[in-house]
């Protein structure tokens, strides 16, 4: 296990390889583990995620699954492991190996639970904002704002501010702002987690709009139907630890273990 | 002898030179208040104690000493030591160490009360520090702290008041010398009165009315209205094409 920064003579091919459409493995985890005050909420979880491919991880509160993935965009850092970004290593032994993290999130798109809208701003200047501060010009900015929010269904919405759109219109134009810097990889934190039904399907139609047009997502859900029909591979994390993973229909159907036995029965219960 | 005998058209440049002044105090002083604050508010939010210390104490220092006293101090108290501040340094920097204190607690509880998820949100989104903080914390700590700091800006205008003891040539001032020429306390203090009270009122109905117009959403800067006329104009015509 080396995976340490490229050496100076390989910076151009290191260059051109972070580019989304050149990394086959956009997101590859090793050896990952985390603790919070001494508890530890990671331990040594793996996880590959190739372009366009879609995975979701699913499991208890509190197993870990959101840690996991707020440690791809560096939102929490780990204590130990490896993890490249778009082919790029961001993270090796202990130590941080990205020096760009406004890069890195660039490259990472995130959707979260309570949306985190920006209030004092419309829907379409929410989805501008990143690309300004990027360095994109005004007025191409506006231009693929508008698109975007056309792409979520929500051109009609475009200058209402979020306290003015219902749960699932926000977590549209939420999908909408991640998609604005053309990351090579979308993570969804319990995008469905505080919508009503009708909300659901609304956000869950756009998301299986974007697996469709090949968007590579990692999925912490409890949403088990959608995660088993969009999903490429399934991942069950219960207290930091990969339980079982696999093809959908093996994972969510079939599973081995006994634990996602006992998960997928409280959930079958309580649905 | 009606109530008014003061030949109040003699008097009217006087009166309009401590306006005049009073005003100038009131800019001067509220500009330097705010940033002083605001830096003594990012002080007490920051992780390092020792600089949240320091802004703490300064801050319980002068909340709880009168006005008056740091006027003394800052104008008599430091020329006794040697250092001679003129008339309006003096009284600035008093309105200044004052108003910077009660206005550290506005900015700091509003910059606490932005959403710990909008930080979050906004790093998620490759924005720096700087940038966070300049187009997403800022803003929305403006609009909670706007009402807090609209009141203490009319109580620094009426502070000014108490420059009198140090003959600031404002307003109270003036009226004071009025007062020793005609010897009509009442009526040239009612005067005074009625002239601070038609300062403060629209200026705090002023405020009142921005504060309505930010909550409802209505751009204020130029930029921002043409942003959103061109997302209209762009956001109609491809709706209409679909």
Known sequence: ?271 | MGPFEVPWSEYTPALWEGLKRTMAFTVASFAGAAVLGLVLALLRLSRLRVLRLPAAVYTELFKNVPLLAIIFLTYFGLASVGIRLGVFEAGCASLIIFYAAYLSEIFRSAIAGVHGGQQEAAEALGLGRISTFAHVVFPQALRLALPGTNTMLVDLLKSTSLLVTISAAELMSEGRLITSATFRALEVYLVIAAIYFALCYPLSQGLLWLERRIRAGIPLSPARRRRLRLARALLAEKGASV
């Open chain 1, 1 to 271: 296990m080396t995976g340490q920064a490229p050496d100076p003579g390989d910076r151009a091919v290191e260059q051109l390889a972070t580019s989304p459409v050149r990394a086959e493995v956009v997101v590859l985890i090793e050896h990952l583990s985390k603790s919070f005050d001494g508890r530890l909420v990671l331990d040594d979880v793996h996880l590959k995620v190739g372009r366009s491919k879609i995975v979701s991880i699913i499991g208890q509160s509190g197993g870990g699954k959101t840690t996991l993935l707020r440690c791809v965009n560096l939102l929490e850092r780990p204590d130990h492991g490896l993890l490249t970004v778009a082919g790029e290593t961001i993270f090796s032994g202990d130590r941080l190996v990205c020096h760009d993290l406004a890069r890195l999130r660039q490259t990472v798109g995130m959707v979260f639970q309570r949306f985190n809208l920006f209030p004092h701003l419309t829907a379409v200047e929410n989805v501008m904002l990143a690309q300004r501060r990027a360095g994109v010009p005004e007025q191409v900015a506006l231009e693929r704002s508008v698109q975007l929010l056309r792409r979520v269904g929500l051109a009609h919405r475009g200058v209402a501010y979020p306290e003015q759109l219902s749960g699932g219109e926000q977590q549209r134009v939420a999908i909408a702002r991640a998609l604005a810097l053309k990351p090579a990889v979308l993570l969804f934190d319990e995008p469905t987690s505080s919508l009503d039904p009708e909300s659901t399907g609304e956000v869950l139609r756009v998301m299986r709009e974007l697996a469709e047009d090949g968007m590579t997502m990692i999925l912490v859900t409890h949403e088990l139907p959608f995660a088993r029909d969009v999903s490429d591979w399934v991942v069950f994390i219960d207290g930091g630890r990969i339980v079982e993973e696999g093809e959908p229909a093996d994972v969510l159907v079939r599973p081995s273990q006994l634990r996602t036995k006992a998960f997928l029965a409280s959930y079958a219960a309580s649905h």
